[in-house]
């Protein structure tokens, strides 16, 4: 079934177009995708010869996803959302377009038809986001990276505006993600901070460099340099009288997880630290599991889900095999022109070429190739502090048996006596409480974090701060 995957990347939305026609406004039409309909509406708008985009999948509860670049000529209208590996199609017949919507190099016939008025962007019930006026002092702060040269910005809370306090940093998961870690309208980092700080406990957390109001370049950018900008806003944070240079640790979810023992592991100012759905094996290890749970989840057959697992196991073992750029990426074209007529049979032989050109660039990247090829216990047997390790049960995107054993042994090899492992029963990779984990459940549900989670937080935040 053809899937969604929206990121939090923002694209320009903008491409010269021909004033021919009119056609702004909502034009929708149905995905028929094995078996399944899946609408999908795009809001068009115009500025003199310039056309602009947004994409809605309400059959996901997405709305308002970025398009990169809409352009109309000659009665064609093309669209693009290079973020989501999205692209559209369709040619102008005075009432509709008729063309084909096409991700990830699958093809699908797509007419789109004026629709009554845009979609109303629905804003989704988040009950637990922070209301004014605020119990707590809090401030808006920026902090340099001195290494890279650039600053990030980002939000101190602080229990009251005097006195000297313990104080956590937020280390984002994967993505570019601002301070609040906002995915799907859950703003999670922000029901964090305010439930931490109300409880005595200061909080930072940050836009991602290149993100919100944060300068530097995050395409480029890998775990170890994330890893640097925490280790910014440590020494920022030592600065400040009001707080308490010995009481600072760390709290990262996902990505921020694998993060935070990368700069425990050599920083002698982190107190101590949570990880929140960690990862505790090697990228490559993570996502395999994490295709299984998922596909198994969204109900694939098993041949089907051992076929793609063997095919993504030789993926990125000629990955980890092969350092040298040039020849991964000829190993890799030639692992998927023998792979594709098996495991994409809908494919057309003609399209393979852009394909292979489009998952090679994919995987091709700083941060991918870092990522698949890390592996946390590195880091993680040289932690001394008070360790954290939490994960949900239904966790799809990170198994909690494969990584909070991992994180364990890791931990035991560094001698740490002070690390507590918990997997906490029926959330999430959010961390809400749910029905199967699917990523498909996450902004269906209304709550942001289990108070589940956010007790046992906070009750082992509050003995490592006394």
């Known amino acids: ?63 308002g996803l970025p398009t990169s670049s809409v352009s109309f000529e000659k009665n064609v209208l093309k669209i693009e959302a290079k973020n989501l590996y999205i692209s559209y199609e369709g040619t102008y017949n005075g009432e509709k377009f008729v063309g084909k919507f096409t991700q990830a190099g699958q093809e699908f016939p797509l007419t789109l038809s004026r629709q009554s008025g845009t979609t109303p962007a629905k804003k989704p019930l988040r009950p ?13 702060v920026t902090f340099e990276n001195k290494q890279a040269g650039f600053t990030l910005s980002g939000t ?12 956590v940093v937020l280390i984002s998961g994967s993505g570019g993600q601002d301070r609040n870690q906002e995915i799907l309208g859950h703003k999670s980092f922000w029901v964090l901070a305010d439930h931490l700080t109300k409880q ?17 370049v995050f395409a480029t950018a890998t775990s170890e340099d994330f890893a640097r900008d925490v280790e910014s806003a440590l020494a920022y944070l030592k600065t400040r009288p009001d707080i308490n240079p010995k009481k600072m640790g760390l709290i990262g979810h996902s990505e921020g997880g694998m993060i935070a023992p990368m700069v425990a592991s050599r920083n002698k100012d982190v107190s101590f630290m949570v990880l929140l759905a960690g990862t505790g ?57 023998a792979s594709l007529p098996t495991i994409m049979p809908t494919l057309k032989p003609e399209q393979y070429e852009a394909f292979i050109k489009q998952q090679i660039t994919a995987i091709d990247t700083p941060w991918m190739l870092f990522f698949l090829r890390y592996n946390p216990a590195t880091a993680l ?10 994960n949900g049960s239904k966790d799809l995107q990170v198994s909690p048996k494969q990584n909070l054993d991992a994180i364990q042994q890791a931990l035991q090899k560094a001698g740490n006596k002070k690390a507590t492992i918990k997997e906490l029963p029926n959330l999430n990779h959010l961390f809400q409480e749910c029905s199967t984990g699917s990523p498909k459940e996450y902004a269906k549900i209304e709550q942001t ?18």
């Not at 909502?26 to 509406?41: D, S, T, Y």
């Not at 200061?202 to 530097?216: I, P």
């Not at 030789?314 to 750029?325: C, H």
């Not at 047997?381 to 939490?390: F, R």
């Open 128 to 140: 637990q986001e922070p209301k004014e006026p605020f119990a707590y002092y809090v401030e808006n």
């Open 381 to 390: 047997s040289k932690v001394k502090c008070p360790v954290l390790a939490v």
């Open 200 to 216: 005595g406990i200061g909080v930072l957390r940050y836009d991602d460099r290149g993100v919100g109001e944060s300068k530097g």
């Open 1 to 63: 079934m053809l899937k969604i995957y929206f990121l939090t990347l923002v694209y320009v939305l903008i491409a010269f177009a021909s004033p021919a026609q009119d056609i702004k406004g909502a034009w929708g039409g149905v995905l028929k995708v094995q078996g399944v309909e899946l609408r999908i509406v795009f809001n068009i708008t115009q500025a003199v010869y310039l056309y602009s985009a947004t994409m809605d999948s309400p059959d996901q509860n997405a709305f």
């Open 449 to 466: 974090l289990s108070p589940t989670l956010l007790d046992e937080v906070t009750t082992w935040l509050l003995k490592q701060t006394k």
């Open 281 to 337: 094996v090697r990228g490559a290890e993570v996502l395999l599991a994490q295709q299984d749970r998922i596909a198994k989840a969204d109900g694939m057959p098993q041949a089907e889900i051992d076929k793609n697992h063997q095919f993504n196991q030789k993926l990125f073992e000629t990955v980890l095999e092969n350092t040298d750029s040039e020849v991964m990426k000829t190993k890799l074209t030639a692992l998927l022109q």
């Open 156 to 167: 101190l809370t602080l229990p009251k505006k005097e006195g000297k306090f313990p104080v």
